[in-house]
């Protein structure tokens, strides 16, 4: 029967009269008692208690939060606070095993959770700096053909922006931008800078800060720049260069106008120069107003307070159809513009960045759901060994009822014993995760400083998270405790309350499962980078050397590549060479628009196009199916002649390679059109995550790379290499790197992913297994006069400790039996997202399930031999 008035947890109530304002209490706390009776009516005593718990915690807000002096406790419970904090840390002294194994457990989950919250604060801040975050977005582009296939592209058409500046009155104010990569020269020295194209008004949407100059003039001129403190500083060895002159595009002088403040660590735009965006338009005569298939300009607007977002976005959605519908409908395509938050552009954005860092949302979520799991694991092992030693402490309870005490102050009692616990494990877990924190930067990639950890917010935030790990650990352990009935218990009974044993074993479970299920997922992940690393790719990508030519212009490298084939080419560690704009593993002009010869004039496919020359085929080792190589005797290969692989073939629906050779293809962009002279065999140009594309190939002047297959001595021809290239190009660094090398970077994606996996798979290991320590000792130690009759009646070591571990190991085979559906499924929906993958197989379940079994009978075992070694007179002695 249900109490018809139950009271609230005073420590609840108590913890918010100590932060809440004065004038608020009464009335909050008058509605959360209201609303815990409503709740333990329909759920129960437990239920209905941690959710005032829950809402007492949201109410730790500024306008609740008392700025007055704080309420004096009562000389009555300031003294029995006293004695709870007095009698808990005597509890922690005589039984430091169990409490070095919680303190231990809850350190590690903590100071896992420590930072994933690092991480996941450091990736929402993006962008949070600009003032007007709120009401800045990007628009991007959503491009469709007549198959229903899409791509979305970060930037838009060149017309987009100006209409929108005229048509849209929502729009408060709108800046361009273009990627203009470029090298900066002052004197005979040259500097690769992040350089980008800014419309004047940039500085009135983003918040840098100006150093020197002016914010509304800076780039209002044609030939001006600003740049940024770092590289005045590496450019000039002073900030103060506003005045001074710098050369882009070899010979173009512009003056810099600012000096800005370098742009912060979460800025999602990173760069070093500014070069205003009527530089471009005093360069450019053609006019853009045409260019509906150019999807490279990038627009940044800035929204009115009073803007319907929701209209604006459908409004702009019709953009393209209602300016440019029939044009793209003639070619069979459909373009949506698309509004995307300023702040979503680092880590939600699914067209990516050009401007700076972007990260995926799911990695937030996955490390945040790890350190969540952790932190259970850990609070699973306390309240596993606190319910385990509830008989110890039964007497003790008896006692403390029978001379008058309530349910509430033992609560009080057992929740200031796990208070305690918690905030020492907190004090550790603080230092592990300083300790960690570099480690934790290498697997995410990230650059977190130290100092982070120790900031009034996080701290705030870390305190807010022990006190939620000590109300989650310590408050079932409190309330069974409390239960125990004071006659009984004195008698002798209420060894053990009900229930106890099968909700013990239900963590144990729970436990052992999560272990196993990211031991699965390291193995699998392991197993699929492997299978990606060591499968046949279709090309050569073993001693193939690859000059990285990003510093020169394609043109003078294009110009210069015969004397580069006729100066190495002599050298008897060469090969073949070829300059190309995209070595396998780098990526070509994707989404390049063609019209093959036999489809319909509005059936055109978007592909990828490379740059190459007649050294491409034979340097990396690629089969022709049909047709013929580009040939270096054939000038007017460069301008009439291109390959394709085979999956153009399929693409352009041609029966066979054959039927493909002789075709023409049309092209808007002119680099990938051309009659088709040869096809090569498929090959995977991009990592095994990706099906293989659709390629053009063309002789064009646009190599980045010099790729040279190598043969002999490496390192001789290495030095030649770069003799032959200082030669050639003074002034530019020789970069190079080798071909297997940088197309495994591919896979650093799924490696660190594996790391991470491996990391947290092995500490949920290390948690699970100081619980398991700390409840088998306990319990093997409730056996011990059991065993000591076992041994007299005739048992063996080996029957004693098979005995004492079945129990343990019943329970990990029941948590690996529950864990291999669950990961399973997850593993599984991982590798769909791989069109090239392995199997999960047996062998995997069965080395975790061998991994699982070894570790917990490690565990158990130490306990087990020694109950088996006591002697069995003063077993039966024991009490």
């Known amino acids: 029967m249900a109490t018809p008035n139950p009271k609230?947890?005073?420590?609840?109530?108590?913890?918010?009269?100590?932060?809440?304002?004065?004038?608020?209490f009464d009335e909050l706390a008058g509605d959360l008692e209201e609303q815990y009776r409503s709740?333990?009516?329909?759920?129960?005593?437990?239920?209905?208690?941690?959710?005032?718990?829950?809402?007492?915690?949201?109410?730790?807000?500024?306008?609740?939060?008392?700025?007055?002096?704080?309420?004096?406790?009562?000389?009555?419970?300031?003294?029995?606070?006293?004695?709870?904090?007095?009698?808990?840390?005597?509890?922690?002294?005589?039984?430091?095993?169990?409490?070095?194994?919680?303190?231990?457990?809850?350190?590690?989950?903590?100071?896992?959770?420590?930072?994933?919250?690092?991480?996941?604060?450091?990736?929402?801040?993006?962008?949070?700096?600009?003032?007007?975050?709120?009401?800045?977005?990007?628009?991007?582009?959503?491009?469709?053909?007549?198959?229903?296939r899409q791509w979305r592209f970060p930037g838009v058409a060149w017309p987009v922006s100006p209409i929108i500046r005229d048509e849209y009155p929502t729009v408060e104010h709108i800046v361009r931008m273009l990627d203009h990569d470029d090298e900066v020269r002052l004197g005979n020295e040259r500097f690769h800078e992040r350089v980008f194209v800014a419309e004047d008004g940039f500085f009135e949407l983003f918040s840098f800060e100006m150093i020197q100059g002016s914010a509304s003039t800076a780039l209002a001129e044609p030939y001006t720049a600003v740049i940024t403190q770092a590289a005045a500083q590496r450019l000039f060895g002073t900030s103060d260069v506003v005045g001074r002159t710098i050369m882009l595009q070899d010979s173009v002088a512009h003056i810099l106008t600012a000096v800005v403040a370098d742009p912060p660590r979460r800025s999602s735009i990173d760069f070093d120069i500014l070069v205003s965006y009527s530089t471009w338009d005093a360069g450019n005569?053609?006019?853009?107003?045409?260019?509906?298939?150019?999807?490279?300009?990038?627009?940044?607007?800035?929204?009115?307070?009073?803007?319907?977002?929701?209209?604006?976005?459908?409004?702009?959605?019709?953009?393209?159809?209602?300016?440019?519908?029939?044009?793209?409908?003639?070619?069979?395509?459909?373009?949506?513009?698309?509004?995307?938050?300023?702040?979503?552009?680092?880590?939600?954005?699914?067209?990516?960045?050009?401007?700076?860092?972007?990260?995926?949302?799911?990695?937030?979520?996955?490390?945040?759901?790890?350190?969540?799991?952790?932190?259970?694991?850990?609070?699973?092992?306390?309240?596993?060994?606190?319910?385990?030693?509830?008989?110890?402490?039964?007497?003790?309870?008896?006692?403390?009822?029978?001379?008058?005490?309530?349910?509430?102050?033992?609560?009080?009692?057992?929740m200031s014993e796990a208070l305690l616990m918690v905030f020492v494990a907190l004090g550790l877990g603080w230092g592990m995760a300083a300790l960690g924190l570099p480690y934790f930067n290498h697997l995410t990639q990230k650059a977190l400083p130290a100092g982070a950890l120790v900031t009034p917010e996080f701290m705030a935030l870390g305190l807010l998270v022990g006190l939620a790990v000590g109300v989650l650990s310590g408050l079932y352990p409190a309330i069974v405790l409390s239960r125990h009935h004071p006659a009984r218990v004195l008698k002798g009974g209420g060894q053990g309350q009900p229930g106890g044993r099968t909700l013990r074993r239900t963590l144990v479970v729970g436990q052992y499962g999560l272990a196993c299920v990211l031991m699965v997922s390291t193995l699998v992940g392991a197993k699929q980078i492997d299978f990606m690393r060591s499968t046949d790719t279709g090309f050569q990508r073993e001693n193939v050397l690859v000059i990285d030519a990003w510093r020169v212009p394609s043109w003078t490298l294009f110009d210069a590549l015969p004397v580069l084939r006729k100066r190495l080419g002599g050298h008897p560690g060469v090969e073949w060479m070829t300059g190309t704009s995209a070595v396998p593993g780098r990526d070509g002009w994707r989404s390049i628009l063609v019209f093959p010869e036999g489809r319909e004039s509005d059936d055109g496919l978007t592909l990828e196009f490379i740059a190459s020359d007649a050294g491409f085929v034979p340097t990396f080792g690629l089969q022709m199916l049909a047709g013929r190589n580009f040939d270096l005797d054939r000038p007017a290969d460069a301008d009439e002649s291109i390959l394709i692989n085979a999956s153009a073939v399929s693409a352009m629906g041609y029966e066979s390679p054959e039927d493909a050779v002789g075709r023409f293809v049309r092209a808007p962009n002119r680099n990938a059109q051309g009659t088709i002279v040869g096809v090569v065999d498929d090959y995977h140009h991009h990592g095994l995550q990706e099906h293989i594309q659709p390629i053009i190939y063309g002789v064009k002047p646009h190599p980045r790379f010099v790729a040279i297959r190598t043969r002999g001595e490496v390192p001789a021809l290495v030095s030649e290499a770069e003799r032959v290239w200082s030669d050639t190009f003074p002034g530019y660094d020789f970069d190079y790197f080798f071909l297997d090398e940088d197309y495994d970077r591919q896979y650093m994606t799924e490696t660190r992913l594996t790391q991470v996996?491996?990391?947290f798979a092995v500490l949920s290991i290390f948690v699970s297994c100081l619980g398991l320590f700390g409840l088998s000792a306990y319990t093997i130690s409730r056996r011990t006069k059991e065993i000591g009759v076992r041994k007299?009646?005739?048992?063996?070591?080996?029957?004693?400790?098979?005995?004492?571990?079945?129990?343990?190991?019943?329970?990990?085979?029941?948590?690996?039996?529950?864990?291999?559906?669950?990961?399973?499924?997850?593993?599984?929906?991982?590798?769909?997202?791989f069109a090239n993958r392995t199997d999960v197989g047996a062998g995997v379940y069965a080395l975790t399930a061998v991994l699982a079994v070894s570790v917990a009978l490690l565990t158990v075992g130490y306990h087990a031999l020694r109950a088996a070694n006591l002697d069995p007179a003063r077993s039966l002695k024991y009490e």
């Open 8 to 24: 609230p947890p005073r420590p609840a109530l108590t913890f918010l009269r100590v932060f809440c304002r004065p004038d608020l």
């Open 39 to 148: 709740r333990y009516r329909r759920m129960g005593a437990l239920p209905a208690g941690l959710l005032l718990w829950k809402d007492v915690l949201l109410f730790l807000r500024p306008w609740v939060i008392r700025r007055g002096p704080f309420p004096e406790l009562t000389p009555y419970s300031s003294i029995m606070w006293k004695n709870h904090v007095r009698t808990a840390a005597r509890h922690m002294r005589r039984h430091k095993v169990v409490t070095g194994i919680n303190i231990l457990g809850l350190g590690i989950g903590i100071a896992t959770a420590l930072l994933a919250l690092l991480f996941i604060q450091d990736e929402r801040a993006f962008d949070a700096f600009h003032e007007q975050a709120d009401r800045l977005y990007r628009v991007r582009t959503d491009l469709q053909n007549a198959e229903g």
């Open 757 to 759: 996996f491996m990391t």
């Open 792 to 833: 007299v009646l005739g048992a063996t070591r080996s029957q004693i400790v098979g005995t004492v571990s079945r129990e343990f190991l019943l329970l990990v085979v029941v948590a690996f039996a529950l864990a291999v559906p669950v990961s399973w499924i997850l593993v599984n929906s991982w590798l769909a997202s």
């Open 285 to 414: 005569t053609e006019a853009p107003e045409d260019h509906w298939l150019d999807l490279n300009m990038y627009a940044f607007l800035l929204v009115r307070d009073d803007a319907d977002i929701t209209a604006l976005r459908t409004r702009l959605s019709g953009l393209y159809e209602d300016h440019a519908g029939k044009m793209l409908a003639d070619i069979g395509y459909e373009a949506t513009a698309r509004l995307e938050p300023l702040r979503s552009v680092y880590m939600r954005s699914e067209a990516g960045n050009p401007f700076g860092p972007s990260s995926d949302v799911r990695y937030l979520y996955l490390l945040g759901c790890i350190g969540a799991l952790m932190l259970l694991v850990a609070v699973i092992n306390f309240i596993n060994l606190a319910t385990a030693r509830s008989a110890e402490r039964a007497r003790e309870v008896g006692v403390r009822k029978a001379v008058g005490a309530t349910r509430s102050p033992i609560i009080q009692q057992f």
